[in-house]
Each structure stands twice: as C-alpha cells, then as structure tokens.
C-alpha cells in the first residue's frame, strides 16, 4: 500500500512558476514509475509527466514539453513537477500518482495509488 500526499499547489500569474511535490509513504518508493495528472473542471483527467523508477526517463505530452520538468528523489520517497511559463490553461487540480513497476506510463489506468490532489490557478 502506498500513499500519496501532493503539496505546492496555489495561485500564480501567467508567466510564473510552481513546484509541486508529491512524498509517498512506504519503503518501495524506488519499485514505483510516477506520473503526475490533471483535471480541469469539465474536463477529463490528462496526462502531465511521468517518470520511470531511477528517474533517467521521462515523458510528456506536446502540451507542457519544455516548460514542465517531473524528477524524484527517491532517499526522499518524493517526486517533483517543476512548472515554468504557466499559462491560464495549465489551471487544474494536479494528481500524483504510483504505478507498479519500474516503467513509465502515460495512461492513467495503468496506476494504482493517487494523491488527494492540489488545486493550481493561473491568473491571466
């Protein structure tokens, strides 16, 4: 069993930047691929960044490249979203969340343990 609670979340202008954390509870954190989600109101839940185990891979949708970067630390059972250049439409509940198995996922089915979520507001 793994639990996640995500934290960082807040209001910010266009332009600006957050960084939300995401720390797991457990001993197995580095057996987990990581992915980070999000929802808009109205909207289904969307792929934002995934990570594998070790951290030397990623992914991500055309959406945020380049501006999103995920990494983790795994001594801190904690996995980041580092978001730059925020845009209006980046507003959105973010989700974390573990996958079993070490490769990484950009389909949300493929998890199994999610955050609570933390709420991200970009004014414009």
């Known amino acids: 069993q793994v639990q996640l609670v995500e934290s960082g979340g807040g209001l910010v202008q266009a332009g600006g930047s957050l960084r939300l954390s995401c720390t797991a509870s457990g001993r197995t954190f580095s057996t987990y691929a990581m992915g980070w989600f999000r929802q808009a109101p109205g909207k289904e839940r969307e792929f934002v960044a995934t990570?594998?185990?070790?951290?030397?891979?990623?992914y991500y949708p055309t959406a945020v490249n380049g501006r999103f970067t995920i990494s983790r630390d795994n001594a801190k059972n904690t996995v980041y979203l580092q978001m730059n250049s925020l845009k209006p439409e980046d507003t959105a509940v973010y989700y974390c969340?573990?996958?079993?198995?070490?490769?990484?996922?950009?389909?949300?089915?493929?998890?199994?343990?999610w955050g609570q979520g933390t709420q991200v507001t970009v004014s414009s």
């Open positions: 990570i594998n185990w070790s951290g030397e891979l990623t």
């Open positions: 969340a573990a996958k079993s198995g070490t490769n990484y996922d950009a389909r949300p089915n493929e998890y199994t343990y």
